[in-house]
């Protein structure tokens, strides 16, 4: 049983797409365990309504996140050309920044009415992250797209690690 189980795995480890897939996934699985890890710690520090806060906040950024690059991110993936497939990233990081530009304005001078009128008073306070979490966001995809062009699976890897990671100790 052993030589067939070594055998099965020499074979999927020999082609590029398994070893590509199994560093997605021991990627993907680190960052589960992370999350899995912290979630004990994090109900002990924070009560329901700030857990209930926070994700409120996270499908704010989560839905206008679709918008700060305004999906020329996808873009990345087409051209032939290496050259035009930088044009495209540097394209969508400008555009990432001046939207989230746009926002840190809007949200200055507008921070009370918005937070009155989608009935987010509790959230006050944190409208002001929303645009710095948007460009992080923005890039994170935009790299992401990038790295998943010139078949760098380590680092799109890496990334969901560093992300999960991040995301856990901001709680």
Request: glycine letters at 2%; a positive charge; zero cysteines.
């Amino acid at each position: 049983m052993k030589t067939f189980t070594n055998w099965i795995l020499n074979k999927i480890g020999q082609t590029p797409f398994t070893k590509n897939i199994l560093v997605l996934m021991s990627g993907t699985t680190t960052a589960q365990i992370i999350s899995l890890l912290v979630t004990p710690i994090l109900t002990r520090l924070f009560s329901p309504e700030e857990f209930g806060n926070y994700a409120l906040f996270i499908t704010i950024t989560s839905i206008l996140s679709i918008l700060i690059s305004l999906r020329y991110e996808l873009a990345i993936m087409l051209p032939k050309e290496e050259k035009d497939a930088r044009s495209i990233v540097k394209l969508s990081l400008i555009i990432s920044l001046i939207i989230s530009s746009f926002l840190i304005i809007i949200i200055f001078v507008f921070n009370k009415q918005i937070s009155i009128l989608l009935s987010l008073e509790a959230l006050h306070n944190w409208l002001y992250a929303v645009p710095v979490l948007l460009l992080s966001m923005g890039i994170y995809q935009i790299f992401n797209n990038y790295n998943n062009r010139i078949n760098n699976y380590k680092d799109i890897s890496k990334g969901i690690v560093l992300l999960s990671a991040s995301s856990s100790s901001m709680n």
